[in-house]
C-alpha cells in the first residue's frame, strides 16, 4: 500500500505545484455589464441583451471581467475553472425570496427574487445546505465553487477524510482545501442539488460561488438589493453535471494531471541522495494518483461523459 505523505510534507509539495500552475493563469472569467440609469442607480448584468437598448454603448465601455473588483475573499482554482456563458450577474438567500412564474409554451420556470443584506461591498445572505442547516454565505460569482467553513462542514457531519484536495489562489496565498459534494443548496428557495463545496478551515461566513450559480440564470439589483434567480434547464439538458460544466470537469482532471506531471518532474531534478525529499514527492505522487480515482468515482457517479474527462 503506498505510504501516506504527512501533512506537512504534502502542504509543502502542493505549494510548490500551485505557484507553478498559477504563474499563468488563464482569463476565462466572463464579462459583467454596468450602467446608471437615468435617475443615477447602478445596475449590472452579466448577458448584454438584459440591459435596456438606451443603456447598452455605456454598458459595453464598462465592462469589467467577473470576479475582479472589491473582493472578499476570492477562490479561484488553479487552474480557474470558466464561468458559464448564461446568466446574469450575482446573489442568493434562503429565508426570504419570492417566486414568479413565466410560460414560453411549456412548464412554468419559477423566477426566484431573493432580499439581500450589505456590508460594505460584500453581498450577504442565508443559505440552506443538505435541508438541515441554514448558514450566512457572502455572494461571490468569482469563486469557482461554493464555499463552506469547516465548523458549518462539521455540523453537516461531512466527512473530510479520504476526500479530494483542490489547490486555490487567494488573496492570503496559496491553499489547499477538502472538496465536498453539498446534495442541496436552498436560497430563497431557489434550489441546486449535487452541489461541488471546498470547505475552509480559516473562514466563519462561507461563498456562494458558481457551483451553485452554474443552475441558474441570475441578475443583481443592488440599489433594491434584490437578487433574481431564474433555473437555466442546464441540469436537465445535460449541459451541467453535479454542478459543473463541460470546461470545469475537464479542469478538474487537468488540475490533478498537471500536479502529477510537475511531482514527476520535481522527482527527475532533485537530488538522488536526498531520500526523504524523494520519499514526500513518492508519497505526492500516490495521493495524486489516488485522488484521480476518487475523481473519477465522482464522474462515474454523476455520469459524466468519457470526452469530459480528457
Known amino acids: 500500500m503506498a505510504r501516506r505523505l504527512p501533512l506537512r ?3 509543502r509539495v502542493a505549494v510548490g505545484i500551485a505557484a507553478a500552475l498559477v504563474a499563468n493563469p488563464a482569463d476565462l472569467a466572463a464579462e459583467i455589464y454596468q450602467w446608471r440609469d437615468g435617475q443615477g442607480q447602478l445596475h449590472f448584468a452579466q448577458d448584454l441583451n438584459q440591459v435596456p437598448d438606451a443603456y447598452r454603448t455605456q454598458a459595453e465601455a464598462g465592462a469589467r471581467k467577473e470576479g475582479t473588483g472589491p473582493e472578499i475573499q476570492r477562490y479561484r482554482a488553479v487552474p480557474a475553472s470558466p464561468a458559464p456563458g448564461l446568466g446574469t450577474t450575482s446573489p442568493g438567500a434562503r429565508t426570504a425570496g419570492r417566486a414568479t412564474a413565466t410560460r ?6 419559477p423566477t426566484y427574487r431573493i432580499p439581500v443584506e450589505r456590508a460594505g461591498n460584500a453581498m450577504f445572505v ?5 435541508d438541515q442547516v441554514v448558514a450566512p454565505f ?3 460569482t468569482g469563486a469557482s465553487d461554493v464555499v463552506i467553513p469547516k465548523a458549518v462542514a462539521d455540523e453537516l457531519g461531512l466527512e473530510l477524510s479520504g476526500s479530494r484536495t483542490g489547490i486555490y489562489a487567494t488573496a492570503n496565498g496559496i491553499v489547499q482545501q477538502p472538496l465536498v459534494t453539498l446534495s442541496s443548496v436552498e436560497l430563497g428557495g431557489a434550489r441546486a442539488e449535487n452541489v461541488p463545496a471546498t470547505v475552509s478551515p480559516s473562514m466563519s461566513t462561507g461563498l456562494l460561488g458558481l457551483s451553485f450559480f452554474n443552475h441558474f440564470r441570475y441578475n443583481f439589483d443592488p440599489v433594491a438589493g434584490v437578487v433574481t434567480l431564474t433555473p437555466n434547464g442546464l441540469v436537465e439538458a445535460g449541459v451541467i453535471k453535479a454542478g459543473r460544466t463541460e470546461d470545469q470537469w475537464r479542469s478538474q482532471f487537468a488540475q490533478l494531471a498537471a500536479r502529477r506531471e510537475l511531482l514527476e518532474q520535481e522527482l527527475e531534478r532533485i537530488n538522488p541522495n536526498w531520500a526523504v525529499r524523494r520519499g514526500e514527492i513518492e508519497a505526492a505522487i500516490a495521493e495524486n ?3 484521480v480515482e476518487v475523481l473519477e468515482s465522482e464522474a462515474d457517479d454523476a455520469h459524466v461523459p468519457m470526452a469530459w474527462r480528457d
Open 9 to 11: 510534507g504534502l502542504v
Open 104 to 109: 414560453r409554451g411549456g412548464p412554468a420556470t
Open 126 to 130: 442565508q443559505v440552506r445546505l443538505n
Open 138 to 140: 457572502h455572494i461571490d
Open 289 to 291: 494518483d489516488r485522488q
